[in-house]
């Protein structure tokens, strides 16, 4: 299994240009998510997605759009990228379930993008 | 307004000693607390995890204390090893599953 895969690894983009960041898990979870990281502020939620077909707004959404595609992927789009969203991007999965471990979420290895 | 916090950007401790790792939380709602670890250039995963109806949980080298009064939760380290040098975030729980994480402290376990 490869868990969680993003594409792709690195970008950089200029101011006004944009890109869909790809997310796909082959673990069969429902949930997946969307992060971003920056220096000193630890990891914030942009978007998720409960189940298919359903997707919310996290802490920070402005700037971005998101599509479960289907049960597997999951994809961020930045429509008109801006020099604040040069960030370190996660994308994550769980499952449903009140247990603790039912709800750990599994990362991808992250993006790293620029813009200029 | 950071809910969850991790006031200690970094931490430094000899191999063989125990590290300590503090997270402090506002909201009292919370059902779950999780540390995850992060290596460079790799996504963060799962270290150990526990319930706010209990007050420790231990798995190996690690413990979880949480002490609900002060909103407190630390992670102990017992014996640290040089591949324990990573960056953890605590992380709390809300509104079935989504989490809220802290800013991450840097350990640095020196042989």
């Known amino acids: 299994n490869a868990g969680v895969t993003q594409t792709p690894k690195f970008q950089v983009l200029k101011t006004g240009q944009s890109m869909t960041l790809q997310c796909a898990q082959d673990m069969n979870h429902n949930s997946m998510y969307w992060y971003r990281q920056d220096p000193g502020m630890g990891l914030r939620l942009i978007y998720y997605s409960a189940s298919e077909g359903t997707t919310d707004k996290g802490e920070v959404p402005n700037g971005y759009n998101v599509s479960r595609l289907n049960k597997r992927e999951f994809s961020l789009r930045l429509e008109s990228a801006a020099p604040s969203q040069t960030s370190v991007y996660f994308c994550?999965?769980?499952?449903?379930?009140?247990?603790?471990?039912?709800?750990?979420?599994?990362f991808g290895p992250g993006t790293r993008l620029t813009v200029l | 307004d950071q809910q969850v916090k991790q006031n200690s950007p970094s931490l430094s401790v000899q191999e063989g000693r125990i590290s300590i790792l503090n997270c402090d939380y506002t909201?009292?709602?919370?059902?779950?607390f999780l540390w995850y670890k992060k290596y460079p250039a790799e996504g963060p995963t799962f270290l150990i995890s526990?319930?706010?109806?209990?007050d420790k949980n231990e798995d190996g080298r690690f413990t979880v204390f949480l002490n609900k009064s002060a909103k407190h939760l630390s992670l102990h380290i017992v014996p640290s090893q040089p591949g324990d040098s990573a960056v953890y975030f605590c992380?709390?729980?809300?509104?079935?599953?989504?989490?809220?994480f802290g800013q991450g402290t840097e350990l640095s376990v020196k042989p």
């Open positions: 992380a709390a729980r809300y509104q079935g599953g989504k989490l809220i």
């Open positions: 909201n009292s709602m919370f059902d779950y």
């Open positions: 526990i319930s706010s109806i209990k």
């Open positions: 994550a999965s769980s499952d449903w379930g009140l247990a603790p471990k039912n709800n750990e979420q599994f």
